[in-house]
T-cell receptor, first 111, second 114 residues
Framework: KQEVTQIPAALSVPEGENLVLNCSFT??????LQWFRQDPGKGLTSLLL?????REQTSGRLNASLDKSSGRSTLYIAASQPGDSATYLC??????????FGTGTRLKVLA | EAQVTQNPRYLITVTGKKLTVTCSQN?????MSWYRQDPGLGLRQIYY???????DKGDVPEGYKVSRKEKRNFPLILESPSPNQTSLYFC?????????????FGPGTRLLVL
């Protein structure tokens, strides 16, 4: 059974730092991996989606990488800002229509 | 504006009193899904629907029912709620559920069952 783990559970950094969030999964047979941002009261917003055949995706200050063989993905945030404070979730699709989420990393960027 | 809406946003109820949480999307998406989020457990999929009248169980379907009579709506029904169903619920949709697609999430419904 697929399990998705995110470490650390919480992270505080000063503004301007570059940071890396980690996501690991136990079964490498995935269709895709998505990173989401969750803000209180606003649901989840998709940040990046990486197909199983891809190694990375970039959007602005965000870069997500995927290493299927080792069961790992990282989300790199460059030059962090207080507005980046949120919970970041990764989710893997191991079959059509079904998604397994990690428990998230709660990020706080200090001004 | 493209969006997924849920109602109500907050609900307090008592054990055994049937309730329905509505979900609606205005993007003509075929795929819709319900999740619950609990501390330390992340989001877990309850049910999903690939199209009108086509639904299937996710990982935690016990105690829940769904229906998909119209493409835009996917209500979640708790026929006899229990305290262990106290949770934050999210509805999501995507164009067809394919692995290349992003999911769009509603704002969540916080449910407390006493």
């Amino acid at each position: 059974k697929q399990e998705v783990t995110q470490i650390p559970a919480a992270l505080s950094v000063p503004e301007g730092e570059n940071l890396v969030l980690n996501c690991s999964f136990t079964d490498s047979a995935i269709y895709n991996l998505q990173w989401f941002r969750q803000d209180p009261g606003k649901g989840l917003t998709s940040l990046l989606l990486i197909q199983s055949s891809q190694r990375e995706q970039t959007s602005g200050r965000l870069n997500a990488s995927l290493d299927k063989s080792s069961g790992r993905s990282t989300l790199y945030i460059a030059a962090s800002q207080p507005g980046d404070s949120a919970t970041y979730l990764c989710a893997v699709s191991s079959g059509t229509y079904k998604y397994i989420f990690g428990t998230g990393t709660r990020l706080k960027v200090l001004a | 504006e493209a969006q997924v809406t849920q109602n109500p946003r907050y609900l307090i109820t008592v054990t055994g009193k049937k309730l329905t949480v509505t979900c609606s999307q205005n993007m003509n998406h075929e795929y819709m899904s319900w999740y619950r989020q609990d501390p330390g457990l992340g989001l877990r999929q309850i049910y999903y629907s690939m199209n009108v009248e086509v639904t299937d169980k996710g990982d935690v379907p016990e105690g829940y029912k769904v229906s998909r009579k119209e493409k835009r709506n996917f209500p979640l029904i708790l026929e006899s709620p229990s305290p262990n169903q106290t949770s934050l619920y999210f509805c999501a949709s995507s164009r067809s559920g394919g692995s290349w697609e992003t999911q769009y999430f509603g704002p969540g419904t916080r449910l407390l069952v006493l």
